[in-house]
């Protein structure tokens, strides 16, 4: 099972960017998904997280500003943030909680994506 999150970039303050993760691989389910992020040097923090039934919570440095959606016909989780500030700079990183198909349920992260929010 693998997580590939893409959408990253250089954006300037006050623009927005929409972050994709794809899980793939022997999966019977997938359960919650979610988005953290990591500055230099600092702990993950989270972003976004969204049930298996579209059930959204968000941190607080985010709400308002993001968007977290999932097509769970494709195995991918979004998200959609507006409205950026040079403090969302950092590594935005996937999760899932994931049954595989030897029904073994455990949490996958993805490799991060780099969002610089920088004029």
């Known amino acids: 099972v693998q997580l590939q999150a893409s959408g990253g970039g250089l954006v300037q303050p006050g623009g927005s960017l929409r972050l994709s993760c794809a899980a793939s691989g022997s999966i019977s389910m997938i359960n919650t998904m979610g988005w953290y992020r990591q500055h230099p040097g600092n702990q993950r923090e989270l972003v976004a997280t969204i049930t298996s039934d579209g059930s959204p919570t968000y941190a607080d440095s985010m709400k308002g500003r993001s968007t977290i959606s999932r097509d769970n016909a494709k195995k991918m989780v979004y998200l959609q943030m507006n409205s950026l500030k040079p403090e969302d700079t950092a590594v935005y990183l996937c999760?899932?909680?994931?049954?595989?198909?030897?029904?073994?349920?455990?949490?996958?992260w993805g490799q991060g994506t780099q969002v610089t929010v920088s004029s």
């Open positions: 999760t899932a909680n994931i049954r595989d198909t030897r029904l073994t349920n455990r949490n996958y």
